[in-house]
């Protein structure tokens, strides 16, 4: 089983675009969406869910009014300003705790409890495309490298299982936490850039992040008709940094058709956009397979 | 006072639009521009600065002291990240995990473990094009970017208006950057995406408390779900960016859209007067 994987550094570039047209034209595959906050695939691949868990990624302390002595031993320890006081009652901010459990080691009353809290869902699908899994987190929540994490070892096993020939990732945009995560074991990775400044920038640092892995690099350039003197510019720079590009698709409005319709872009038509991706497809698989 | 510019999705526009509004504002206000998407900073690009100081972030990680550890493992069963894990009475850490708690240190019965600073990032302070301006860039490699926003948030002058960059989406960084907002800008696109994104991001707005207001960018193309959901919503919609090449050109290129078309000053104005009025509004009613 190959695993790809496939970030941006900029948002917005088309990752999940990109998945979605792989869905439709590959073989054998297992699908995972590990924007987990903010995950679109779905949107694309019109799941039947089969299974939806609970994801408990930490813990959240408690402070028991009744018991607690208000000496403030909690606020003094915690690191990331979770405890709140007013007027001598002392409480837990929830979007603060990262669920250390320092407060709960320094408490001479025994007042601080931890509980297991939901921090995202994990959703496993039919889709006609293929099995897929994706994470959702709940609003304001930490630990998304965490179920990232979660996501993808569920994918993988589904992929083991049925014996998939690929697994297919869509992962997050920056370089932290969760594309951290998502780019763990990865086989291969697809950076999706587009041509403008910002994007260049990003694409250099999330070049550099992807080769702390052991896996091969490659780019697409999206839009690519939008800025020519800047696709120049990011054909120089990845080839001085030795990154196979693999496409260039035009910008084509039938990809937000096509978003509006809930369908991955290869299947709604064979524009432009469409084409670009099908060739890319072909050199994306004999690249993974050199 | 601060704004911040957010959104679900990535590549809405938000920098267009907080670079701008900036820019902008500083004609009449005094203003600083604060980048705080740290993975990934854009802002610096359309603005130049001059860079006149520059700081690293530190946090605390534990340093465990080979001849006075006995292996016991009290500090591995602590840590609640799994950071720390102890094979044949030997500590190995992973730093990537850690969150920098200090909970090892103390569970420690032979006082091996010592916290030392690492630096995961930077802040720097600079001028470009006239405008007070402030970034964070996260380490390459570094998972956590909430404690680089935290330390920026801290530095920027609170004298002045604050406009805050965003990253995307509505984890750790982004509650980080709007959490104490006065106000919150959520910037979206009229696609299938832009709208599943722009509910997950009202969902965090709502959760701290904070107002919140929608500018729509590639204006025209799509569908009207997103200008449907807001009136449903009761969210007002701030500004309409159509879908415009010299727009698109003018941001690949690095240039502000108020510089390469100066007809959009007036509406980034009455933007701001906008949010006024509302946060006046609420005070009242």
Redesign the interface.
């Known amino acids: 089983m190959v695993e790809l994987v496939v970030i941006s550094g900029k948002g917005g570039t088309g990752k999940t675009t990109v998945v979605g047209a792989l869905a439709f034209l590959a073989r054998d595959k297992v699908l995972a969406d590990c924007d987990v906050d903010a995950a679109n695939l779905h949107l694309l691949l019109r799941p039947k869910i089969e299974e939806k868990i609970p994801y408990e990624g930490s813990e959240l302390a408690q402070i028991e009014k009744s018991k607690c002595l208000g000496c403030g031993n909690c606020v003094e320890a915690c690191r990331f300003w979770a405890i709140i006081s007013e007027d001598g009652v002392y409480r837990v901010d929830p979007l603060s705790c990262e669920g250390c459990g320092v407060c709960f080691q320094v408490c001479p009353a025994g007042a601080v409890s931890l509980k297991p809290r939901l921090s995202g869902w994990i959703y496993v699908s039919h889709t006609d495309y293929g099995p897929l899994v994706h994470g959702e987190l709940l609003p304001g929540e930490e630990n998304t490298g965490k179920l990232v994490t979660a996501v993808k070892m569920r994918a993988r096993a589904i992929a083991k299982d049925t014996g998939a020939k690929w697994l297919f990732v869509d992962g997050a945009p920056g370089i932290g936490c969760p594309v951290i995560a998502s780019l763990s074991g990865a086989h291969a990775v697809l950076i999706v850039t587009e041509p403008s400044l910002s994007a260049l920038h990003d694409l250099k640092r999330a070049a550099e992040l992807a080769r702390h892995f052991r896996a091969k690099v490659s780019v697409v350039i999206n839009k690519a008709d939008l800025a020519p003197n800047l696709v120049e510019k990011i054909e120089m720079e990845a080839s001085e940094e030795g990154l196979p590009i693999l496409g260039h698709i035009p910008y084509d409005e039938t990809v937000i058709r096509a978003q509006a319709a809930g369908r991955p872009v290869v299947e709604y038509n064979s524009g432009p956009a469409a084409r670009a991706i099908q060739a890319l497809w072909q050199k994306l698989s004999a690249w993974i397979e050199l | 006072m601060r704004i911040a510019i957010a959104s ?5 526009g938000k ?1 267009t639009l907080a670079v701008s509004l900036a820019l902008v504002l500083a004609e009449t206000h005094p203003v600083e521009l604060v980048d705080c ?1 740290v ?2 900073p ?1 802002d610096h ?1 359309f603005l130049s600065p001059i860079i006149h100081e520059r700081k690293p972030v530190e946090v ?1 990680v534990p340093e465990v002291d080979r001849e006075a550890c006995l292996g016991c493992g009290a500090c591995a069963k ?1 840590c ?2 799994g950071a720390l894990v102890v094979i044949g009475r030997k500590v190995f850490f992973h730093y ?1 995990l850690c ?5 090892c240190r ?2 420690c019965p032979t006082e091996a473990i010592r916290e030392v600073p690492r630096t995961i990032g930077w802040i720097e302070r600079g001028e470009g094009k006239g405008l007070p301006f402030l970034q964070g860039v ?1 380490n ?6 909430t404690p680089v926003i935290r330390a920026l948030k801290e530095m920027a002058d609170p004298k002045r208006i604050t406009i805050l960059d965003s ?9 980080e950057t709007v ?1 104490d907002a006065d106000y919150v800008i959520l910037v979206t696109e009229p ?3 832009g709208l ?2 722009l509910r ?1 991001a009202l ?2 707005t ?3 408390s904070v107002p919140a207001g929608v500018v729509v960018s590639k204006w025209g ?3 009207d779900h997103v200008e449907r959901f807001c009136e449903e919503k009761g969210l007002p919609v701030l500004l309409r960016i159509p879908w415009d ?1 010299a727009i ?2 003018a ?4 240039i502000p859209l108020v510089e390469a078309l100066p007809e959009w000053r007036e509406p980034l104005r009455n933007l701001f007067q906008d949010i006024l009025l509302a946060r006046e509004g609420r005070r009242n009613g």
Request: hydrophobic letters at 35%.
């Open positions: 679900g999705k990535g590549g809405t920098t998407d993975e990934e854009n690009i605390l602590a609640r990240y990537e969150h920098g708690c200090g909970l103390m569970v996260l390459v490699g570094e998972p956590r970017a990253p995307p989406g509505t984890g750790c960084p982004m509650v959490r696609t299938a995406f599943h994104d997950a969902a965090v709502e959760a701290l193309v799509g569908t090449q698109a050109r941001y690949a290129n690095g």
